[in-house]
């Protein structure tokens, strides 16, 4: 007997007909003699129809305020899940975020899991029950409710199959697996049967909304293996290993990401003196915000130009910020751009072979794509361009490293 | 200043409109040097969407899973109403049940209060906090989520006051306080300034859907003075208090209630011996079945007829268990009706004053309306009719005692 923590997304779970689907799917793997947790999202739509309330009561909500609010998205599915499973004879039994309890930091919004109390959901497993629990959401050290942000359910799944040491982690969406790209973008775009974290990471974190970014994280941290797969079709999906598990396909690089989502913010003319960047990030770091790329260019009349990216939903907030600190370092200019978009190249094969960002930067440049930004880490090559080259941006560098083909 | 607990029902806080005109109205005590604090309902119409989705999974959703479900329907309004009394700059927080904590027994989906720890509003109410509590819901022993049934909001209030020994318990409602008889039925029925809570108990219990049962029985155990006001008008409502607090109308009776909600059970032909009754009752109060009336006939032969009434979503469970006691006992039938309806004249002036009783009956016989039960206590009598008679029988009873005209 194996013991496997399924999470299914919003779309899987959006009417009550697929929830009955998923009840199927999941008493399917508790007769070939799983043990089965189950973690689910808020029904499609519902998060957007909770915030949409809100909307209508304040502009800007309280956010441990909206973490109540939207935490009672999930807290549906788990009750009709739960409800599915027993009209099909499955003993089962929901429990909410915090009833788990599933204990987080106490950043609203975008709490972070610190631990799982896993004894109550592994006595009713024993007690031979599917156990089905509300992602995104948790609850810190004061009782108060806390979400995870947007997607946090893939973490909640992982970090659940973590504390109960699962054998497989599978995520249910809506998309059969990991492709090069997007094939919305690149119809050439293939599946991947495997991928490596770390690969997996960089394509997480670089947009590819298949899985959330803390959710590989974790898995690759604790060896948790994560498989991807469709909730409406049958199929292998994409699993996501170490490197050492699998026959490295012999490839440059493995996928290209992209991302809408980023802002770029530029301070241009600050005095170059040691201590410069911190007082910059000093305050976007206290502010909760995120930063993505960062890059410092120092002139020769001893000022320096500092850009960096956040996320959209952050802009306006480190735009005001970084207005302020622009003016207490005597900055020259500072400058905001949101019609921006990243574009990476990931591959692990991309270790052992040169020549990968030159061949990446000739293709863009044959068609006119001028690069604004550039970052690099051992496996991916990341290049912030105009927003309108998107789309042709990813479909020449699909084409140019081949990812249409199958891997030698 | 005093302390007042407040609670709003669904259709006060029906949109996010009227959960801003709410927030208003919380907003005008606390500039009056008020602490409050506000228990609310499911948004209108919630509650019934919810069981809608539960329906569209199973006809029979478990009670613990339907309270999960149920318990977010309050949590959406307490978010809701939080963030309006933010946006208007009053400091506010909100908690679910459990988060009070506010403790009751397992009975899933009409559990009682057993505790509350009122520390926590406590502290918030202190700090300049308005507390906003999601009613009707709140958790068992081994922190599993409960609800009190439909109208539990009520008693979460007074409870609620209870512990904080609260100066008022204020119920705000779409009507504008306590009639002689529903305005639909008669529409000479006249609003009263007071009622005393033993009236006020059996008019509830009755079927005035104005106040519920258990939160009246709260109020009056704790002397908490309970007022049922309108959202939508000013106006002074209808205190509920003590008999001795107020100069008593000299009335002989009170109000008319009436209930389309009961359900009439028989058993006929069971042996006349001590036990009967409890063999009867026992499995009907083990299925967690409240009774209400019960008439026991005893003929000559040594047997003996037995009839109670039960609520009308506990019917077909109570036939089947009488059904199974019949064949037990050996009775001769057993007969269920559930198109009954009971009508109750209540009055503390019943108590000093004989010959209520012929007159009521009298005025029903001059219409031909036959009595099938009868059932009386201290401040009340009911009886059982016919459903057909039910706006006929109130009409009347509601003229031979005059109840159109104030009290001298």
């Excluded at 109550?120 to 995870?148: C, K, N, P, S, Y």
């Excluded at 009349?301 to 600190?325: C, H, M, P, S, W």
């Excluded at 290049?383 to 140019?400: I, M, N, P, S, T």
């Amino acid at each position: 007997m194996t013991l496997i923590v399924q999470k299914y997304g919003g779309t899987s779970v959006g009417t009550p007909e697929r929830i009955g689907a998923v009840a199927d799917r999941v008493i399917n793997y508790c007769r070939r003699g799983h043990q089965v947790v189950v973690v689910v999202s808020a029904m499609s739509g519902e998060t957007d129809r909770l915030l949409g309330l809100a909307q209508q009561i304040t502009a800007s909500p309280d956010p441990r305020e909206q973490d109540m609010l939207l935490a009672t998205g999930e807290q549906v599915t788990i009750a009709l899940l739960t409800m599915a499973l027993q009209q099909r004879g499955q003993a089962a039994r929901s429990y909410t975020g915090p009833q788990v309890p599933i204990r987080t930091d106490s950043a609203y919004s975008k709490a972070r899991i610190a631990a799982i109390d896993a004894d109550r959901v592994r006595a009713d497993l024993t007690a031979g029950h599917v156990v089905v629990v509300a992602g995104f959401q948790g609850v810190d050290e004061h009782g108060h409710i806390t979400t995870l942000g947007r997607g946090g359910s893939d973490t909640t799944a992982v970090a659940l199959a973590t504390a109960l040491q699962a054998d497989e982690c599978q995520i249910f969406t809506d998309v059969d697996g990991v492709y090069t790209t997007d094939p919305r973008v690149v119809s050439e775009a293939r599946r991947l049967a495997r991928i490596t974290f770390e690969e997996m990471l960089e394509m997480a974190s670089l947009g590819s909304k298949v899985l959330q970014i803390r959710a590989v994280e974790f898995a690759g941290k604790y060896n948790i293996p994560l498989r991807v797969l469709s909730s409406f079709t049958e199929g292998e999906g994409t699993l996501i290993t170490y490197e050492e598990d699998h026959a490295v396909e012999h490839a440059l690089i493995t996928g290209i990401a992209f991302n809408r989502d980023e802002t770029q913010l530029t301070i241009l003319g600050v005095e170059d003196r040691p201590g410069v960047a911190s007082a910059i990030l000093g305050p976007i770091a206290e502010a909760n915000i995120d930063v993505d790329m960062i890059v410092q260019n120092s002139a020769h009349d001893g000022t320096t130009d500092f850009t960096f990216t956040v996320q959209r939903n952050d802009y306006k907030a480190a735009l005001e910020i970084v207005r302020a600190i622009g003016v207490r370092l005597g900055a020259r200019e500072v400058k905001g751009d949101d019609k921006i978009v990243k574009i990476s190249l990931v591959g692990v094969g991309m270790r052992t072979h040169a020549g990968i960002a030159s061949r990446m930067f000739a293709t863009l440049a044959r068609e006119g794509i001028n690069i604004r930004m550039i970052s690099t880490s051992e496996i991916k090559i990341s290049v912030v361009v105009d927003q309108k080259y998107l789309e042709l941006g990813v479909r020449v560098l699909h084409e140019a490293f081949g990812l249409e083909q199958e891997a030698a």
